[in-house]
């Protein structure tokens, strides 16, 4: 970019002194400690959805496969040359609790963590919010839609379509290990396709990340202008990046190591994470509105 246009370690630091506000502190420890209480409660509701690793030894007989039972069903993927099984047990009551309890969290958190980026955005600004600002996202129905709306897309569409670009490495590493059982059958062409997959892999996930990208200045465009309509919000959230798009998704892949340790502790670190990375992102935004501004554009 520009010289003009601050260095993102500038950025950051301004995002880490910005995020000390009081304001930021207390919207931060109201989502974040109402994140931890809904994964709680899913946890004491058996409504997460587990996996284990066991050792092949105790599915000698058992095939790769969809195994049902009068509860529910297991799915079973063997990987003879780690000696491994990832088995994952499902019952119907336990999927029907997961749906439930997704559907109750994301209804209450979307407003609030709009909320969050609506105070956010005020401190930006130079104002001074009351925390009790946040609930307005609930109590008037306007903002309430437009807010599940958008997290809709962020939350629920951005994902399914990154689950679905995750299938051709899913049916590579199929492929891989139910073709290859012993080192003995390892060759080139399967160091190859195994390869392949991890490869793939990692593509989905970078392409999940760059749509999450995409999308995001519509979130922010929506805390910082809850007037605007839905259809004005995502057209001039989508049309804030434009230009800037790729640098604007390289700048976030900055914060992967963060994102990454958000998710290893259960949301957690957001007590960090969340304004560090939302006030960061904010700042860039802003950025390139005042230097599209100076350019005239």
């Known amino acids: 970019m520009n010289e003009q246009f601050p260095h993102r370690r500038e950025l950051k630091f301004r995002a880490k002194r910005w995020m000390m506000h009081p304001s930021c502190v207390r919207v931060t420890l109201l989502l974040v400690c109402v994140m931890l209480a809904f994964f709680g409660i899913r946890y004491l509701l058996g409504a997460n959805l587990t996996y284990a690793l066991v050792s092949l030894e105790n599915y000698q007989d058992t095939a790769t496969g969809i195994y049902y039972n009068a509860e ?32 109750v969290t994301f209804l209450v958190l979307s407003p609030l963590r709009m909320g969050a980026m609506e105070q956010y955005w005020s401190v930006l ?9 946040v609930f307005r996202w ?5 903002r309430l839609g437009k807010a599940w709306a958008v997290e809709f897309v962020l939350q629920v569409l951005v994902r399914l379509v990154g689950i679905i670009a995750t299938i051709p ?45 995409l999308f995001l200045p519509v979130r922010y465009c929506l805390a910082a202008h809850p007037e605007y309509s839905l259809k004005e919000t995502f057209r001039r ?10 640098r604007f998704f390289w700048y976030r892949m900055t914060f992967a190591v963060w994102f990454f340790l958000s998710q290893l502790t259960y949301n957690a670190l957001d007590l960090f994470v969340l304004p560090y990375t939302s006030m960061a992102s904010m700042l860039y935004i802003q950025e390139v509105a005042r230097f599209r501004q100076q350019q005239g554009v």
């Open 72 to 103: 529910g069903f297991s799915i079973i993927f063997r990987m003879d040359l780690t000696q491994m099984v990832l088995a994952i047990p499902l019952t119907y009551d336990q999927l029907a609790a997961f749906l439930v309890a997704a559907v």
């Open 125 to 133: 600004r130079g104002g001074q919010p009351k925390i009790n600002q």
């Open 138 to 142: 609930y109590t008037q129905p306007g």
């Open 169 to 213: 490495s899913l049916y590579l590493y199929y492929t891989f290990y139910t073709t290859v059982t012993s080192l003995e059958q390892m060759s080139t062409g399967a160091s190859l396709l195994q390869s392949a997959a991890a490869l793939l892999a990692m593509a989905a996930a970078i392409f999940c990340f760059w749509l999450h990208s």
């Open 237 to 246: 959230g989508l049309r804030s990046m434009k230009g800037y798009r790729g």
